[in-house]
């Protein structure tokens, strides 16, 4: 059996008696998209910083590629090839967008001269070549979350973590996000993504891990989940649930 490329085991994180995440575990395959889904407080990013160093779980383990990375630097989890992107984004405004990703590049590259071959090759894969040399500062909302992806592409990592990387955009956006998603994971990149657009995250899913009050209510395919009624009645709604099974 293939060993999981993340494996949340137990997880619990704690901020004086409140309970942000409690008891979460799931698994995420090598070249997966799995989602993670869940209403606004449920824990979602706080899980994401426990898997990512930013905080050390209360209690469980974190292990990728079958390392126990719990609690490590968040620097030397980017250096095994996990990294993350956040729900807010914050470029080097007065950088260009090219040495916005050269920062990511030098992880790996010792020379500048193969730094900026890691970076070009990046901003052609996620649409920024023609603005590389654009302030970052000056950047559409859109293209400073393609800038996000693209600082973590140049580390050259096995997984990316997207925290909410479609929110705040229009139609158009949306679907040249989702089409970036499927491309990364066709490049062999494997995938755990938050987001709040169902219309959007379902249809690229494999799984679907869903979070309420920082507890997992439900792990699944996309249509298991979009049809399990507890989810409905805590996030999806019987709205969207009489949409989807239209459709």
């Given at each position: 059996?293939?060993?999981?490329?993340?494996?949340?085991?137990?997880?619990?994180?704690?901020?004086?008696?409140?309970?942000?995440?409690?008891?979460?575990?799931?698994?995420?395959?090598?070249?997966?998209?799995?989602?993670?889904?869940?209403?606004?407080?449920?824990?979602?990013?706080?899980?994401?910083?426990?898997?990512?160093?930013?905080?050390?779980?209360?209690?469980?383990?974190?292990?990728?590629?079958?390392?126990?990375?719990?609690?490590?630097?968040?620097?030397?989890?980017?250096?095994?090839?996990?990294?993350?992107?956040?729900?807010?984004?914050?470029?080097?405004?007065?950088?260009?967008?090219?040495?916005?990703?050269?920062?990511?590049?030098?992880?790996?590259?010792?020379?500048?001269?193969?730094?900026?071959?890691?970076?070009?090759?990046?901003?052609?894969?996620?649409?920024?070549?023609?603005?590389?040399?654009?302030?970052?500062?000056?950047?559409?909302?859109?293209?400073?979350?393609?800038?996000?992806?693209?600082?973590?592409?140049?580390?050259?990592?096995?997984?990316?973590?997207?925290?909410?990387?479609?929110?705040?955009?229009?139609?158009?956006?949306?679907?040249?996000?989702?089409?970036?998603?499927?491309?990364?994971?066709?490049?062999?990149?494997?995938l755990l993504i938050v987001e709040?657009?169902?219309e959007a995250i379902m249809p690229?899913?494999?799984?679907?891990?869903?979070?309420?009050?920082?507890?997992?209510?439900?792990?699944?395919?996309?249509?298991?989940?979009?049809?399990?009624?507890?989810?409905?009645?805590?996030?999806?709604?019987?709205?969207?649930?009489?949409?989807?099974?239209?459709?």
């Open positions: 059996m293939q060993e999981p490329m993340l494996d949340v085991q137990n997880v619990t994180m704690k901020f004086g008696s409140l309970v942000a995440n409690e008891n979460v575990s799931f698994l995420v395959k090598k070249g997966e998209i799995v989602s993670l889904i869940g209403p606004n407080g449920a824990g979602k990013t706080t899980l994401f910083n426990c898997i990512t160093g930013f905080y050390k779980p209360y209690a469980g383990r974190v292990f990728f590629k079958g390392k126990d990375i719990t609690g490590l630097p968040t620097h030397r989890i980017t250096a095994m090839g996990l990294t993350r992107t956040f729900q807010i984004v914050k470029p080097l405004k007065e950088m260009t967008v090219k040495e916005n990703v050269l920062t990511g590049a030098f992880l790996r590259m010792p020379t500048k001269k193969e730094a900026e071959k890691v970076a070009e090759e990046v901003l052609e894969m996620t649409g920024l070549y023609g603005k590389k040399d654009y302030l970052a500062g000056s950047l559409t909302i859109a293209d400073k979350k393609r800038l996000e992806i693209a600082r973590v592409l140049a580390t050259k990592p096995e997984m990316i973590m997207l925290d909410e990387a479609m929110a705040g955009l229009n139609q158009t956006e949306i679907k040249e996000a989702m089409e970036l998603c499927l491309n990364l994971r066709d490049r062999g990149i494997t709040h657009i169902m690229i899913s494999d799984r679907v891990v869903v979070l309420n009050a920082g507890k997992k209510i439900a792990e699944g395919s996309p249509e298991e989940v979009t049809n399990n009624e507890e989810v409905i009645k805590a996030y999806l709604g019987e709205r969207y649930h009489a949409k989807g099974k239209k459709s």
